[in-house]
């Protein structure tokens, strides 16, 4: 391999792509570690702004991390539900946007924003790459695990203050997202939250030129 790929690597790739899935729907199957092991060398391979590295991963798998974890995502997401509108309230009731209970891998991820790697290249006029560094290598994670027919659900619902605590970070530890991994209960293209009545895609990418 020289850098040049087929058009049947690219045609899957890009299948690859559309299969990938928020999933909030997990089986409770355990995960074999080789293939999470895999996933986690994908997101090693990630580019990250000076070479920095800024990721932090933290597996969640005490009951007493994880029971803290979910009390935190009822806690906002009883939150988020008072605050929609009369309209929307029961469709968003309706809406599963954690497999927090049934998902057997969870990570919580952070950027290290005080990390010294790097030398603050590329970082010091916009430090806030070394976050979007973060998530790029995310993406790499999910796209590997999905490769492999696990799913991955990023929870966002979350006092990010709560959960540095409840999990006893470094104060300069940036929360970016809480990973839950774990084998599907079905797959589907369709985004859960376009099926379930939440919203749509646009129909293209609007790209403007100055």
Same mark, same amino acid.
């Given at each position: &391999?020289?850098?040049?790929?087929?058009?049947?690597?690219? /045609?899957? $790739?890009?299948?690859? &792509?559309?299969?990938?899935?928020?999933? %909030?729907?997990?089986?409770?199957?355990?995960?074999? /570690? @080789? $293939?999470?092991?895999?996933?986690?060398?994908?997101?090693?391979?990630?580019?990250?702004?000076?070479?920095?590295?800024?990721?932090?991963?933290? %597996?969640?798998?005490?009951? /007493?991390?994880?029971?803290?974890?979910? @009390?935190?995502? %009822?806690?906002?997401?009883?939150?988020?539900?008072?605050?929609?509108?009369?309209?929307?309230?029961?469709?968003?009731? %309706?809406?599963?946007?954690?497999?927090?209970?049934?998902?057997?891998?969870?990570?919580?991820?952070?950027?290290?924003?005080?990390?010294?790697?790097?030398?603050? *290249?590329?970082?010091?006029? &916009?430090?806030?790459?070394?976050?979007?560094?973060v998530v790029g290598?995310?993406?790499? $994670?999910?796209?590997? $695990?999905?490769? /492999?027919?696990?799913?991955?659900?990023?929870?966002?619902? *979350?006092?990010?203050?709560r959960l540095a605590?409840?999990?006893?970070?470094?104060?300069?530890?940036?929360?970016?997202?809480? *990973?839950?991994?774990?084998?599907?209960?079905? @797959?589907?293209?369709?985004?859960?939250?376009?099926?379930?009545?939440?919203?749509?895609?646009?129909?293209? *990418?609007?790209?403007?030129?100055?």
């Amino acid at each position: &391999m020289t850098g040049q790929f087929s058009p049947q690597f690219r /045609e899957e $790739l890009a299948a690859l &792509m559309r299969w990938r899935r928020d999933v %909030r729907r997990f089986r409770t199957d355990p995960v074999p /570690e @080789d $293939l999470l092991a895999r996933g986690l060398q994908a997101f090693a391979l990630a580019p990250s702004v000076g070479l920095s590295e800024p990721w932090r991963l933290l %597996r969640v798998a005490s009951p /007493e991390a994880r029971a803290a974890c979910l @009390d935190n995502y %009822r806690a906002c997401n009883a939150q988020a539900l008072a605050g929609q509108s009369d309209d929307r309230a029961a469709t968003y009731a %309706r809406l599963k946007l954690s497999g927090m209970v049934e998902a057997p891998v969870h990570l919580a991820v952070f950027c290290d924003d005080a990390t010294p790697k790097g030398h603050g *290249l590329g970082a010091a006029t &916009m430090p806030e790459t070394r976050a979007y560094s973060v998530v790029g290598a995310i993406t790499h $994670l999910w796209l590997a $695990l999905r490769a /492999e027919g696990l799913g991955l659900g990023w929870v966002s619902i *979350l006092d990010r203050d709560r959960l540095a605590a409840d999990l006893d970070v470094p104060p300069n530890w940036r929360f970016i997202g809480y *990973l839950c991994i774990g084998w599907p209960e079905e @797959d589907d293209t369709v985004p859960e939250l376009e099926r379930a009545g939440w919203e749509t895609r646009a129909p293209a *990418l609007h790209v403007e030129t100055r």
